[in-house]
Nanobody, 128 residues
Framework: QVQLVESGGGLVQAGGSLRLSCTAS????????LGWFRQAPGKEREFVGG????????YVADSVKGRFTISRNDAKNTAYLQMKSLNVEDTAVYYC?????????????????????WGQGTQVTVSS
């Protein structure tokens, strides 16, 4: 149906920047929202932000507003999470996820339970 692959993670110094990519394949026409989540060791999976696949409307969590930006490249079927001013607390495995369906989306879900397909995750480690 839909497959998602994340890339771009790695080790970065505090204050630095990193851009994650999420490439979708398969029946991408069924994607309503592409969301980004992260999960730090010992913590629950946390919503970071999302983008509506059709009109590119974006929303990011309050905790990362002003630092993280979400965008999409239609030709590449790829969504991006641009992260700036990274700090140690941003260290986590980052996942992209797709909410699937047919129709129009009113909002961007912040709950992981709303998403149907997940990528494998990519590790982001921020050193002090």
């Amino acid at each position: 149906q839909v497959q998602l692959v994340e890339s771009g993670g790695g080790l970065v110094q505090a204050g630095g920047s990193l851009r994650l990519s999420c490439t979708a394949s398969g029946r991408t026409s069924n994607i309503l929202v592409l969301g980004w989540f992260r999960q730090a060791p010992g913590k629950e999976r946390e919503f970071v932000g999302g983008i509506k696949w059709s009109d590119r409307t974006t929303y990011v969590a309050d905790s990362v507003k002003g630092r993280f930006t979400i965008s999409r490249n239609d030709a590449k079927n790829t969504a991006y999470l641009q992260m700036k001013s990274l700090n140690v607390e941003d260290t986590a495995v980052y996942y992209c996820a797709a909410e699937l369906g047919v129709g129009f989306v009113v909002g961007i879900p912040t709950s992981a339970n709303a998403y149907d397909k997940w990528g494998q995750g990519t590790q982001v480690t921020v050193s002090s």
